[in-house]
């Protein structure tokens, strides 16, 4: 069987099951994934790579589960998987991998292996023949290398999704326009599948992701205007009541609320518009994926469409059109950069009336096409 073939069984296999397996070769080099616990600590693990009359090999660490036979030229490295029912111990070599892995029991487990194994190899045996080892395996301390390595193993199962570059680009941008819908609706998605590791326990972790956020909250209310002193002011604030913060999720929602005292602060300090204008505006951010005109605006407001297109160019210094235009190429942005729409979709559900009209006037906004805009910032993924 090829390497390649094997490797897309086991990823598909990891994504639907999280157990994690590993192939090593004859030279004992890792071929698959990138980054592998179980490989990297294998050296206390002599007696899965120990050749004897057993295909199999199970060792029990009392907090996980580990495994490995031979294909072919490949020995294949089953697990960590954490032991069901087991007491969690601080001192454990796996326990920071826990989130990524699921949870079996030695049952469970030994079958899974099984299967594993006759599938590849066509080879029936006894599963009660088996044999497990009992060892515990002690955490020592991580050195920067292996810390490194370990972030880079959470980033690979995460796929990137759970914290990144483009999450706070979004988030940022929300702030600086005061869309507190669309932060509300990241808080949920962060209560449902937000999870960061910098610290031992989720809430510190989120904690330490609070003063992130807040500090890219400060600059950005700095470069939107607002006065140094108060722009620390806040951010001092905010984070010296962290303390008070008891858990994970009360963490979520204190980013919400400094978010939203951000906006505040921003807002107060930009150039204050008409309730005319900010109704117009509001309008437009809420419908955006609908085709808007002056006349919509005349009906909403009633006010005549002159009038209305008089105050933009006088408020915003902006035609309406053009208004219109950079709100749009900004959803237009979020889109390339957080779905798999084609440029085609994306050019009709904003209501371009063509690709290539669509192209012509985000390239008018930003000096880029769009294909070069997703291709850049994908750079950062």
């Known amino acids: 069987?090829?390497?390649?073939?094997?490797?897309?069984?086991?990823?598909?296999?990891?994504?639907?099951?999280?157990?994690?397996?590993?192939?090593?070769?004859?030279?004992?080099?890792?071929?698959?994934?990138?980054?592998?616990?179980?490989?990297?600590?294998?050296?206390?693990?002599?007696?899965?790579?120990?050749?004897?009359?057993y295909p199999i090999h199970i060792i029990n660490t009392y907090q996980h589960l580990l495994a490995s036979f031979q294909f072919e030229e490949y020995s294949i490295l089953i697990g960590p998987c954490t032991l069901l029912g087991a007491k969690q111990e601080e001192d454990d070599i796996f326990r920071q991998y826990e989130t990524y892995i699921s949870t079996e029991s030695l049952d469970i487990f030994t079958q899974t292996v099984h299967m594993l194994y006759t599938l590849l190899t066509h080879q029936e045996i006894d599963i009660k023949q088996i044999p497990v080892q009992y060892k515990r395996a002690k955490l020592s301390v991580l050195n920067s290398g292996e810390k490194f390595e370990k972030n880079l193993y959470q980033r690979r199962v995460e796929q990137s999704s759970r914290?990144?570059?483009?999450?706070?680009?979004?988030?940022?941008?929300?702030?600086?326009?005061?869309?507190?819908?669309?932060?509300?609706?990241?808080i949920t998605q962060m209560h449902k599948t937000y999870i960061v590791h910098l610290a031992d326990s989720p809430l510190e972790s989120i904690k330490i992701k609070a003063i992130s956020i807040i500090t890219l909250m400060t600059r950005l209310a700095i470069d939107n205007g607002v006065s140094?002193?108060?722009?620390?002011?806040?951010?001092?604030?905010l984070i010296?009541?962290?303390?008070?913060?008891?858990?994970?999720?009360?963490?979520?929602?204190?980013?919400?609320?400094?978010?939203?005292e951000f906006i505040q602060l921003i807002q107060s300090a930009t150039k204050q518009c008409s309730a005319l204008i900010n109704q117009?505006?509001?309008?437009?951010?809420?419908?955006l994926y609908e085709k808007i005109t002056l006349l919509d605006l005349e009906e909403l407001t009633n006010h005549s469409a002159v009038y209305i297109s008089s105050r933009f160019k006088k408020e915003l210094n902006i035609s309406f059109s053009q208004y219109l235009l950079n709100a749009k190429i900004e959803e237009a942005k979020h889109l390339l950069l957080f779905t798999d729409h084609s440029f085609q979709e994306i050019s009709t559900l904003l209501n371009f009336t063509s690709q290539s009209h669509f192209t012509q006037r985000f390239k008018q906004v930003t000096n880029q096409t769009p294909k070069e805009f997703r291709n850049k910032n994908f750079q950062y993924m």
């Open 280 to 287: 117009c505006i509001h309008y437009i951010n809420t419908h």
């Open 228 to 237: 140094v002193e108060s722009s620390f002011a806040l951010s001092d604030t």
């Open 1 to 53: 069987m090829k390497l390649s073939t094997l490797k897309t069984i086991f990823n598909t296999f990891y994504q639907r099951t999280y157990i994690p397996i590993s192939i090593m070769n004859a030279q004992k080099e890792l071929c698959f994934p990138k980054h592998s616990p179980l490989f990297n600590h294998l050296d206390h693990f002599d007696y899965l790579i120990t050749q004897d009359e």
């Open 240 to 260: 010296q009541n962290l303390p008070h913060i008891k858990t994970a999720k009360d963490g979520i929602l204190y980013i919400r609320y400094a978010s939203f």
């Open 163 to 186: 914290d990144s570059y483009q999450f706070e680009l979004r988030f940022l941008d929300y702030v600086k326009n005061g869309r507190k819908d669309k932060i509300d609706w990241i």
